[in-house]
């Protein structure tokens, strides 16, 4: 008969390969990161309903920006094209460029027929649309399941009325709970990393803000932060608005930006392997390779969960004792042998 430690263990293998296997990496990520801002806001507040509310707040706060920002964008869009056009329609004319637009109309015009003529296109942006919707759904699924959890609901919220107390299945989700728990533990390991990588990200974005007098620096410089304690995906929510605030000013500073942003990036590609490694005590080479390989498995999720399963997997082997096999026995034994020989 398996043991429920056996069968725990089991358990959170298979939810990993589900995860990678349906794409739920984003769900996931949801539940550890509104699960671990819970467990943060509790720390300053000590009373859980008094953190649940400021993280209903914070959550509210964040869909308000990003609705805000969608909607300025949207409607800045226009002005912004008919600044930066000619720029580029003159710095494309020197190096004999033709571009098949001249102001936003004809702009507008070219996508429109683009995508009539292209009709995979159009099956493309119903695909991303749907992705979308569906990720929304989840996102707000993972919300409620980590603020269920943070609740202390449990796997067996009905323990006490069980007619036998050490029943099997109470003493399974023990085991799965503990499991779970080490691997949020990881997770929240791999965290503090990344709001010290969040800062440096958020200081060098500063300096370049402030430097050029980008509009609506302080509120930049916040949601850059708030943004960097996301990994790859909040680099490219702060980036694009970096880049699209930049480009209302001019197209020569919006280039600048861009190459700014991107040379951090690279730069971060090898500060996270570092920070992250050292602070989950694995080697630069080793998170490097478990970055790829979580990407190549499950995308941008499979970067933010590749340092957390592998720092799991570390700790976990670090409980198990494994005996001297015999080779290493008679190593050990050798010198002493030899010692007394002679």
């Known amino acids: ?40 806001l509790y720390s300053l ?5 008094l953190a649940l509310s400021a993280f209903i707040v914070v959550v509210a706060g964040i869909a308000a920006a990003a609705v805000y920002f969608t909607r300025a964008a949207i409607l800045a869009f226009p002005d912004v094209a008919d600044t930066s056009i000619p720029s580029a329609s003159a710095w494309a004319q020197k190096r004999q460029i033709d571009l098949p637009f001249t102001d936003f109309e004809s702009l507008r015009q070219v996508i429109v027929d683009t995508l009539r003529q292209e009709a995979h296109y159009l099956r493309n942006v119903a695909h991303y649309a749907g992705t979308a ?13 980590a603020a269920s959890l943070f609740l202390k609901t449990g796997l067996d919220p009905y323990r006490a009325m069980h007619a036998v107390k050490n029943n099997l299945y109470s003493i399974c989700c023990d085991e799965v709970s503990i499991r779970f728990r080490d691997f949020y533990r990881s997770f929240a390991t791999v965290m503090g990393a990344q709001i010290t990588i969040s800062l440096i990200n958020t200081l060098l974005t500063a300096i370049f803000v402030l430097g050029v007098r980008l509009p609506h620096a302080p509120l930049v410089i916040a949601v850059t932060f708030l943004c ?17 605030l930049a480009l209302t000013v001019s197209l020569k500073l919006a280039i600048g930006a861009l190459i700014f942003l991107v040379s951090i990036h690279k730069l971060e590609y090898f500060l996270n392997s570092k920070i992250i490694g050292s602070r989950i005590r694995n080697p630069v080479w080793l998170t490097l390779i478990a970055l790829i390989i979580g990407e190549r498995l499950m ?5 933010i969960l590749a340092p957390v399963v592998l720092n799991y997997l570390r700790v976990e082997m670090l409980t198990v004792e494994v005996p001297p096999t015999q080779e290493k026995v008679e190593l050990v034994e050798s010198p002493v042998r030899e010692s007394f020989r002679s």
């Open 1 to 40: 008969m398996i043991t429920p430690t056996r069968l725990s263990y089991g358990l959170l293998a298979l939810t990993l390969v589900l995860t990678g296997v349906l794409h739920l990496g984003a769900p996931l990520l949801v539940v550890l990161f509104s699960y671990f801002a819970l467990r943060q």
């Open 45 to 49: 507040t000590k009373k859980k309903w």
């Open 133 to 145: 919707s569906a990720a929304l759904v989840f996102s707000i699924l993972g919300i409620v399941a």
């Open 228 to 244: 960097g304690l996301v990994p790859i995906i909040g680099n490219l929510v702060s980036n694009t608005i970096i880049v699209f």
């Open 299 to 303: 995308g941008i999720p499979g970067l």
